[in-house]
Nanobody, 115 residues
């Protein structure tokens, strides 16, 4: 059974920072694009950022310049550093692993930005 285990969510004030982590098996990590998606209440799930096996990132326009995705190959972990958080960043954040054949999801971690 494939597992993607997220951590790092929580409550933060506007302008604050959080770092999300997602760890998985070496088999999955080394063969898939890793990404973060989010889903706010009443909205569709959307891509926040992803990073290729080679380390090339892609960001949604809404988070460019504020969020940074990275992957640690030694730890089979992908990170999402979120700075200058806004209330509209409030959502459940999901870790994702995908390649041309398969796609896997984590259980999600809640991020709430509120004063």
């Amino acid at each position: 059974q494939v597992q993607l285990v997220e951590s790092g969510g929580g409550l933060v004030q506007p302008g604050g920072s959080l770092r999300l982590s997602c760890i998985t098996s070496r088999n999955i990590f080394s063969m898939h694009v890793m990404g973060w998606y989010r889903q706010a209440p009443g909205k569709q799930r959307e891509l926040v950022a992803d990073i290729t096996i080679g380390g090339s990132p892609t960001y949604a326009d809404s988070v460019k310049g504020r969020f940074t995705i990275s992957r640690d190959n030694a730890k089979n972990t992908v990170y999402l550093q979120m700075n200058s958080l806004k209330p509209e960043d409030t959502a459940i954040y999901y870790c994702n692993a995908q390649n041309i054949l398969y796609q896997y999801w984590g259980q999600g971690t809640q991020v709430t930005v509120s004063s």
